[in-house]
């Protein structure tokens, strides 16, 4: 058996830009973590216990309860990370390394978000959740079948009301889908809920969606502030990835990333051309063009109202 630990890439609400005042945090949502081999799921969280507390020994030791204390990822890389904290990409990149000699492997899969706020993109949040990791089982289940082992799923801890509400949607997505596709057999549960403050393993799948969600942020935002990410990463996890690790592309007419391309260090959706960027000038464009076709409906039933008034 295989055991996928995962975590949530970014967040499921809208996204207009990284200046935008309400709805600039993250321009994708998925899931992303690693898979390992369940006899070698227990070494490697002692090893990322280890060279945790080693790394954060001072924080650790202060804390009220050395055991539950963790790290985030989101704390772990920033935009000066390399300046401020190279320790932290050295210990990363060694776990990766680690993880890799005990058979496992990185993972994610998110979808980009198309352009505007919840009225304007009629944003359903819960559906673009479920459809997330609809298609993060499918391609971990892929992944379990052509290695022939069977597969569990953990994930970090939702609260209670979003767990309940979100099993059925799994355990019917993965019965359905059975029927004509064999490799979802291989999933014996649907994904089970862990307090990330009680396992270490669901730590280092926080890490590994913080990098990926670096990762997405220099290929799709063109003023990114994570330009040091192919440098720092891309030569030591570019083999690292499951071969159905994917980022879907909304709407665009470069194809989807795949594997490591979101560490490559071009960018396909901000090629230069005679020294000028066209994918912000596109971003742009495309933003005035959807607001003006927001307006002019806005004003068509308005009008047509007016006109039944009278």
Not at 28 to 53: D, H, L, Q
Not at 108 to 120: L, R
Request: glycine share 6%.
């Amino acid at each position: 058996m295989q055991i996928a630990y995962v975590d949530e890439i970014g967040e499921p609400g809208a996204f207009v830009s990284k200046t935008d005042a309400r709805y600039k945090t993250s321009p994708a949502f998925g899931y992303a973590g690693f898979v390992i081999p369940e006899w070698n799921a227990r070494k490697f969280g002692s090893i990322f216990t280890f060279e945790k507390r080693r790394l954060f020994k001072t924080e650790v030791d202060a804390a009220a309860d050395p055991g539950k204390w963790e790290r985030k990822g989101a704390d772990m890389f920033r935009p000066r990370t390399p300046e401020t904290h190279a320790q932290h990409l050295r210990v990363f990149l060694a776990l990766v390394a680690e993880l890799e000699n005990l058979g496992g492997k990185l993972f994610y899969y998110a979808d980009e978000k198309p352009i505007g706020t919840p009225k304007q993109t009629s944003l359903n949040t819960g559906e673009r959740e479920s459809a997330a990791m609809r298609e993060t089982l499918n391609r971990l289940c892929t992944h379990a079948e052509h290695s022939s082992h069977n597969l569990m799923v953990l994930i970090d801890q939702i609260n209670e009301a979003e767990r309940a509400k979100r099993l059925p949607n799994m355990y019917g997505h993965i019965l359905s889908r059975a029927s004509q596709n064999y490799e979802m057999l291989r999933i014996v549960e649907p994904p089970m809920h862990v307090d990330s403050v009680l396992s270490s393993n669901i730590q280092f799948a926080d890490w590994v969606c913080a990098v990926a969600t670096r990762a997405i942020d220099y290929q799709v935002i063109e003023d990114t502030r994570y330009r040091w990410v192919p440098a720092q990463l891309s030569r030591s996890l570019r083999m690292n990835f499951t071969h159905e690790s994917k980022l879907h592309l909304w709407h665009k007419s470069v194809p989807d990333f795949n594997n490591s391309d979101i560490l490559r260090s071009s960018r396909p959706l901000h090629r230069v051309i005679g020294g000028q960027t066209i994918g912000g000038q596109n971003t742009v464009l495309m933003t005035k063009i959807h607001e003006a076709a927001v307006r002019a409906q806005a004003a068509k039933k308005l009008a047509a109202s007016s006109s039944r008034d009278r």
